[in-house]
């Protein structure tokens, strides 16, 4: 959204003020609840920093501005009624004053542990982009795909003979470097794992209507 799409929201039906719901746009977890009135929409977008109006304080107010942890802005988008915010950001630090992730408790330990797979994603496309001294992922990188393909085929067997002969760490283990070189070879495609998850997420919706 941008400063001037503010325009078209209907912010009469909230006597000026619209519900914003804040999502971490990296694991997915909603953050908090807070209100926006248009000075506060174009703050957001103009400083790239979540800001609210708050209704207890009758003010602007940036989260984050007494405890540092602000909410960086990644994207902000309106629902189909115009009426309603979903604000994108990535949290620095907690976001609830009780200390918590999120202001409705913190995410499961399952969905925080799934959710570094986009940030493995984030980190692989960093390493390609700042190529830093030492990295073996942008190493492998300047190696093309067909080099990388051939490690996940590599990686691929050593899953395998990890299942059959080894303990159950270096199963995981050998397990972590497959998804990694695997995120690695799709990112040289511009697909993600995110895209092999809609494919599951398919067929598991046609097999459920058989």
């Known amino acids: 959204m941008k400063i001037d799409d ?4 209907h912010w009469e039906k909230g006597n000026g003020l619209l519900p914003a719901v804040v999502q971490d746009a990296r694991s997915g977890a909603v953050l908090m ?55 994108l950001a990535e949290p620095k630090g907690p976001t609830c004053h009780t200390g918590a992730g999120s202001c409705f408790g ?35 990188w300047s190696q093309g795909p067909t080099r990388i393909a051939q490690k996940v085929g590599e990686e691929g067997v050593e899953v395998a003979l990890a299942a059959v002969t080894q303990p159950d760490d270096r199963l995981i283990a050998e397990s972590a470097d497959l998804l990694f070189h695997l995120a690695l070879l799709l990112k ?15 067929r598991h919706s046609a097999k459920a209507t058989q």
């Open 6 to 9: 503010a325009s078209s929201l």
């Open 33 to 87: 609840l807070g209100y926006m009135n248009r000075e506060a929409l174009q703050t957001t977008l103009a400083q790239k920093r979540v800001t609210f109006f708050s209704r207890s304080k009758n003010r602007l107010w940036t989260k984050g501005e007494t405890s540092g942890h602000f909410l960086e802005l990644v994207s902000v988008q309106a629902d189909c009624d115009k009426d309603a915010l979903l604000i």
């Open 106 to 140: 913190d995410v499961p330990i399952d969905a925080q542990t799934l959710s570094f797979l986009t940030r493995l994603e984030s980190v692989i496309a960093e390493r390609i982009r700042d190529r830093p001294d030492g990295s073996y992922t942008a190493r492998l």
């Open 188 to 202: 040289s495609r511009n697909l993600s794992l995110s895209d092999v998850v809609r494919e599951l997420e398919q």
